[in-house]
């Protein structure tokens, strides 16, 4: 049996799975950022509070053989000679660092990074974090012994071993994507010592045993394998069997993200001028690109935190959680408003952290479901923007596979599918992730062959939706006026 834990930005879960891809047992918890304008940060030490209570909750009386663990990118977790985080995480939606990356652009210029890192540059990014808090905090800086980001960070609490895979080293903008290690060029001109950061290796590495003193804390085995696993949207690609060229995988949990594959280079300068990273993928000679918003979920989240207190007690009352409830209210028909989903900034194309939030065509008429729902066509509307863009720069995509929270939401998904046009195919979990963290592992301790064996086993398709020519072609009347929001409000100054 194999444990895979997902670690993300509002809480972490774990699932339990035997060999023949039977979830045996899951378990969630929630925690939360820390918001203050425009900065946002995270605690290491109650996300991994977190880890060990969801790990104990899933997997203890299992007799497992592996965990692996995949987590979100870009946060960079700071830890001091006695593995004692020395700061807050400082998430990728925080405004710190953009002076820093402004400065990395003209030293270096924004091809050369991009060329080197397979990304665009940007302040999102753990290196400009890096930059900011080595000249705003100099005596934390000083104190730092190590560099991690989340999953390798819960990998070393749980085995002591310091590694990082190449998907989420390529999320800090200091991984070389060709030599597939740290670049030296980037830096030194960031002034960030290199022997600080883990060794880079491939998803799927052993790191080691368990500690003995974290398997007497949990009630676990000693005889556990830990695995290094990788970025959060390379384990929902493996986890939703994303295996050839035009498949692709739509995670919708905080952040949306449709993450392709591509075994071919197609143009990477349009990919890399509409801000799209290239990202080695597990399989030879293969990557992906992530196309994504900082509001997926979250923006649902919001809704339910600001105005969804009554609606909660409500769906409490009927035993179901509030997004549950609020699908049952709405309709089929595609709503009258608008909503430009920046509410957290707009990530790609534009990779505007300072891009705001709209909801238009409101009126005294207007009900918080039409609203609602408006807020989950503003996220797909601007899906639809990135796959048009994709194109573009020759990345089709003929499937779409659905997992995330998102994905639990029929309502949700057949708008996706009349919107992109594209067939949308449901798991049979919604928990991806995690079972692609379980399929890494289970092929470094031999329980299959490869990936594509892992695959066979464990991906398990559920229902299809498919578009609908005449909801679709409503659609489209909306989303071309959508297309001009961003300008006009970059133009008024919004």
């Known amino acids: 049996m194999i444990a895979g834990i997902d670690v993300g930005t509002t809480g972490c879960k774990c699932t339990v799975c035997d060999v023949d891809g039977t979830i045996l047992a899951e378990c969630y918890d929630e925690y939360f950022a820390e918001v203050e304008g425009s900065y946002g940060s995270l605690q290491p030490e109650i996300v991994w509070h977190s880890v060990k209570k969801v790990l104990t909750g899933a997997a203890r009386g299992f007799p497992l053989q592996a965990i692996s663990v995949t987590s979100f990118g870009e946060a960079p977790v700071l830890l001091d000679e006695n593995d004692r985080p020395v700061m807050p995480t400082i998430l990728y939606t925080d405004t710190r660092g953009q002076a820093e990356c402004e400065e990395l652009i003209r030293k270096m210029g924004a091809d050369r990074i991009a060329q080197l890192t397979g990304t665009a540059p940007h302040s999102m990014y753990s290196i400009c974090k890096l930059m900011w808090v080595s000249r705003n905090q100099p005596e934390l800086c000083k104190k730092v012994s190590r560099i991690f980001l989340f999953a390798d960070y819960i990998v070393y609490m749980l085995s002591g071993v310091a590694q990082m895979d190449y998907s989420l080293a390529a999320r800090t903008m200091a991984f070389d994507i060709h030599k597939l290690d740290w670049c ?243 798991l049979g979990s919604a928990q991806s992730g995690t079972l692609g963290c379980i399929m890494l592992a289970g092929v470094a301790c031999g329980i299959y062959e490869n990936i594509q064996q892992a695959q066979e086993k464990l991906v398990k398709l559920g229902k299809e939706y498919h578009p609908r020519s005449e909801a679709h072609e409503i659609y489209m009347h909306y989303y071309n006026v959508y297309k001009k929001i961003y300008a006009a409000t970059k133009y008024i100054g919004i």
């Open 184 to 426: 030296d060029e980037i830096l030194e001109y960031a002034g960030i010592e290199k022997n600080k950061f883990p060794p880079t290796v491939p998803s799927g590495t052993k790191a080691g045993m368990i500690r003995k003193s974290v398997a007497a804390d949990l009630g676990l085995s000693q005889d556990i394998m830990i695995v290094t696993g990788c970025h959060d949207q390379i384990a929902a690609s493996l986890g939703t069997g994303i295996a050839k060229d035009g498949m692709a995988v739509d995670g919708t949990g905080t952040v949306e993200c449709i993450t392709s594959m591509f075994s071919r280079k197609p143009d990477t300068v349009k990919l890399q001028k509409n801000n799209y990273a290239v990202v080695p993928y597990v399989f030879p000679n293969s990557f992906v690109c992530y196309a994504f918003s900082f509001t997926g979920g979250a923006l649902l989240r919001w809704y339910r935190d600001q105005f969804g207190a009554l609606e909660t007690i409500v769906a409490k009352q009927r035993g179901m959680n509030f997004y549950e409830h609020m699908n049952q209210k709405l309709g089929d028909s595609p709503s009258s408003l608008l909503v430009l989903p920046y509410f957290a900034g707009a990530a790609t194309p534009y990779m505007d952290i300072d891009a705001k939030g709209a909801i238009l065509g409101l009126s005294l008429d207007t009900t918080a479901e039409e609203i609602y729902r408006a807020l989950m066509e503003g996220v797909t509307y601007e899906m639809l923007l990135n796959l048009e863009r994709l194109q573009e720069a020759g990345v089709y995509i003929t499937e779409l596979r659905a997992t995330g929270g998102g994905a639990t939401s029929e309502v949700w998904l057949q708008m996706k599918a009349d919107i992109l046009n594209c067939k949308i195919v449901t």
